[in-house]
Nanobody, 119 residues
Framework: QVQLVESGGGLVQAGGSLRLSCAAS????????MGWYRQAPGKQRELVTT???????NYADSVKGRFAISRDNTQHTVYLQMNSLKPEDTAVYYC?????????????WGKGTLVTVSS
């Protein structure tokens, strides 16, 4: 089992920045893939970005050039730096981790943190 705890969500104006963090604990050996997914009101959860333990990244087209994922393998933590935020980025952001990440997840989920971008 892997436990994931997110932090860093909140309210920000359009054009602003936020940094999300996610700390993993438990069966860390099974967290080769870590990532962020989001679910906006009335929409399905979608992939935002993923990163492997080796540092390979994948981004949704909608966030390329604005968001950056990173991870600290020694601290078992993944980060999401979000810049140039738009109202359409408003969503609950979920941290995910597992052996491999896909468009639908990585296997384990955090409880989510709300990001609200005001216009």
């Amino acid at each position: 089992q892997v436990q994931l705890v997110e932090s860093g969500g909140g309210l920000v104006q359009a054009g602003g920045s936020l940094r999300l963090s996610c700390a993993a604990s438990g069966s860390i050996f099974s967290t080769n893939g870590m990532g962020w997914y989001r679910q906006a009101p009335g929409k399905q959860r979608e992939l935002v970005t993923t990163i492997t333990r080796g540092g390979s990244t994948n981004y949704a087209d909608s966030v390329k050039g604005r968001f950056a994922i990173s991870r600290d393998n020694t601290q078992h933590t993944v980060y999401l730096q979000m810049n140039s935020l738009k109202p359409e980025d408003t969503a609950v952001y979920y941290c995910a981790a597992g052996p491999i990440c896909s468009s639908s997840g990585c296997g384990y989920w955090g409880k989510g943190t709300l990001v609200t971008v005001s216009s």
